[in-house]
């Protein structure tokens, strides 16, 4: 008898099945643990409560980035709410011997770029946070996904979470992505087609051709946004680039074992006729840069086009939605997109702050001066980031452009900390949520890859990337 | 964990859809170290104007919905952030169940831990629902987890569905931690297998 084929996402689960049983959840070994100031507390007061412990302390790691401040970091936190959950985890850590990237650890930065940086993420594992974008380490052919405090303090007792399936999407790609459109396009095209809850409940794994070309960074973008396309995780099947992003990094095997480890990921793909319970295609070389005129990921159009009209909605639910999101947005129907004036840009986030990001939004700053009226930063996704930047000397073309040039942490993104969005203010921003207040009470966030926000930030409207004149 | 078993409460309705958990608690209040405390800053930027005045229009404020329980809303309820402090503020503020035709995944397991229930309905159930809430005062839903229905005083009844193990926890308020705990020589074993391969 022929055994079913299984998709990657398949594979990976039932190698970390410890219990099934007929009407309870699966119970999943869990193979890391990334925890952060804001998610955990609660749950290692938990943990006292009850008078347990942690399980395994030597699989958790934790580090500092939603609430810390990206300004001089020789200085105290000045907010003493995040000073004290900054402290609570310090305390947290020392108390079950917990692994820290501290604020002053050259290793500190947010924990969806440390962990691949550090080796710490790795194919074939199972990795979860309290904190949605967990699904950027699928990138790594990684079952990775998001999770509550509650279930924060579950992997803590633990090491294991109790599951129930959930279902499989494909996504595959055609052709490649042109000259200027990047994996973070390729994300917003595909929430583009399918909707912000289109992959609920599924686990995504991205295929095809413009995937295979996406280098780790790329990968982790997208694997990233997964989360705003409603999915549970998203995946990518390890392959060359894979190994060679993880060679030599600091929790990645070595020598011999590096060898047995790498012949063990080749196996970590889908079977060739494996099924999966929903496919969705899409054609790369169609796509175009986008930028999101809503305040759901999904509110997007490309660069190229304009504010949709509400009256155009296919239903009653779309058209109040639209209607509400113009009116926060301060939007007309039917503007052009490249019409739309800037107040701010944000390049940073687990989303794009890599240094591949980096690279790609210097490249597009290089020799020109932001807009008069635009104040735009830079916040480097982690310290080492930081510095392999400041080698390559990315900080100076960001500086002599007007841009600030920050520490590592989530900032912006979400507005935990003092970088936020003054109300009515309007940022071409790279992170993944546009949703109303994210980055500020009453301001206003369009979505867009590092080159097209860059390209923002220096004409002081979107502007279409793939015709920059570059210095 | 609260248990749950039958819950009978005023219905609020709040007709949006993707309704995100940076507007059901937004960052700012994320900043607390316990699990309580969150309720007041419920709907923060909806149920407060800028200078800090109760917003008058928003539903929650109105006087009809003063201790209201039960929430009813349009699709993709719960989508973004993980945050569980988003269940925490919905908890404390008075809702014990939500309904919606979706939910984002982290936030309906958020919910079932917190003994908050989050029932799915088909869209025209949760919209005929949404036009009763919004049209007639003081209108009440009885929702029972043993039998799986969702019920009006004017002959509306709904099934739902849950899945079996969740039911159970909520129903029994069972700490899912301990359960999985009595599983400690499985958990070992595949510590076992997984150190020699």
């Known amino acids: 008898m022929i055994d079913k084929t299984k998709t990657l996402f398949e594979k990976l689960w039932e190698a970390h099945i410890v219990r099934e049983a007929r009407v309870e959840p699966t119970l999943l070994y869990i193979d890391l643990h990334l925890i952060h100031e804001v998610t955990s507390p609660q749950a290692f007061d938990g943990i006292r409560q009850t008078g347990r412990t942690v399980r395994r302390p030597d699989l958790t790691f934790g580090t500092v980035d939603h609430n810390v401040p990206t300004t001089d970091r020789s200085l105290p936190i000045a907010d003493e709410i995040a000073a004290i959950q900054v402290e609570t985890l310090r305390r947290n850590c020392k108390e079950f011997g917990i692994q820290l990237f501290?604020?002053?650890?050259?290793?500190?930065g947010i924990v969806h770029v440390i962990g691949p940086e550090l080796g710490l993420t790795r194919p074939g594992m199972t990795i979860v946070c309290g904190d949605s974008h967990t699904s950027t380490h699928g990138a790594f052919g990684a079952l990775a996904f998001g999770i509550g405090t509650s279930e924060v303090e579950h992997v803590l007792a633990t090491q294991c979470l109790p599951q129930n399936k959930p279902r499989t999407m494909k996504v595959e790609t055609h052709g490649s992505l042109p000259e200027g459109v990047t994996a973070k396009d390729l994300a917003l095209g595909i929430i583009a087609k399918i909707g912000t809850d289109g992959a609920t409940g599924h686990v995504i794994e991205y295929a095809g051709d413009a995937v295979r070309a996406l280098s780790m960074e790329g990968r982790m973008t997208l694997c990233n946004?997964?989360?705003?396309?409603g999915a549970r995780a998203g995946m990518i099947a390890p392959d060359e680039t894979t190994f060679a992003y993880l060679k030599g990094r600091r929790f990645a095997p070595a020598g011999e074992t590096w060898d047995e480890a790498v012949r063990q990921w080749q196996t970590l793909k889908s079977d060739e006729d494996a099924v999966f319970d929903r496919v969705v295609e899409i054609d790369a070389s169609r796509l175009e840069p986008f930028v999101t005129w809503g305040t759901s990921p999904g509110m997007v159009v490309p660069v190229t086009s304009y504010v949709p009209d509400p009256s155009d909605a296919r239903n009653a639910s779309d058209r109040e939605a639209a209607e509400r999101?113009?009116?926060?947005?301060?939007?007309?129907?039917?503007?052009?997109?490249?019409d739309i004036s800037i107040d701010r840009a944000f390049i940073g986030s687990c989303t794009n702050a890599r240094l591949e990001d980096l690279r790609a939004a210097a490249r597009v700053v290089k020799g020109y001066r932001i807009n008069a009226s635009v104040s735009a930063m830079v916040v480097p996704g982690s310290q080492d980031v930081k510095k392999a930047a400041e080698r390559e000397g990315l900080d100076r073309i960001f500086h002599e452009a007007g841009f600030e040039w920050r520490e590592a942490g989530c900032s912006m993104c979400l507005g935990m900390n003092a970088d936020i969005l003054q109300p009515g203010e309007r940022c071409a921003s790279t992170s993944n949520r546009n949703f109303e207040g994210r980055q500020g009470r009453g301001g206003r966030t369009h979505l867009v890859s590092p080159m097209m926000a860059a390209a923002a930030a220096i004409k002081g409207h979107f502007t279409d990337v793939r015709k920059w004149e570059f210095k | 964990m609260k248990r749950f078993h039958?819950?009978?409460?005023?219905?609020?309705p709040l007709d949006?859809?993707?309704?995100?958990?940076?507007?059901?608690?937004?960052?700012?209040?994320?900043?607390?170290?316990?699990?309580?405390?969150?309720?007041?800053?419920l709907f923060y930027d909806w149920r407060y104007l800028p200078d800090g005045r109760l917003n008058p229009s928003f539903v929650l404020n109105q006087p009809r919905y003063q201790g209201t329980s039960i929430l009813v809303a349009d699709k993709n309820f719960g989508c973004g952030s993980s945050r569980e402090h988003a269940p925490w503020a919905l908890g404390e503020f008075g809702f014990r169940v939500i309904i919606a035709p979706s939910f984002a995944d982290i936030f309906a397991n958020n919910c079932f831990k917190n003994g908050m229930l989050p029932i799915a309905l088909p869209a025209a159930q949760v919209a005929q629902i949404m036009d009763r809430a919004q049209r007639e005062e003081g209108y009440q839903l009885t929702v029972d987890l043993e039998r799986q229905t969702v019920e009006d005083?004017?002959?509306?009844?709904?099934?739902?569905v849950v899945s079996e193990f969740q039911r159970y926890c909520l129903l029994e308020?069972?700490?899912?931690?301990?359960?999985t705990l009595r599983h400690e020589d499985a958990i070992r074993a595949y510590e076992r297998r997984s150190a020699q391969s």
Do not use: C, W
């Open chain 1, 225 to 229: 946004m997964s989360i705003e396309a």
């Open chain 1, 325 to 338: 999101a113009l009116q926060y947005m301060a939007l007309t129907p039917r503007m052009n997109i490249q």
């Open chain 2, 6 to 12: 039958k819950h009978t409460g005023l219905v609020a």
């Open chain 2, 173 to 179: 308020g069972l700490d899912d931690i301990g359960l």
């Open chain 2, 153 to 160: 005083a004017n002959g509306l009844s709904i099934l739902f």
């Open chain 2, 16 to 41: 949006r859809a993707n309704v995100d958990t940076d507007q059901i608690i937004p960052k700012q209040f994320l900043k607390r170290i316990e699990r309580t405390g969150f309720g007041e800053f």
């Open chain 1, 102 to 108: 501290d604020i002053n650890s050259p290793e500190q």
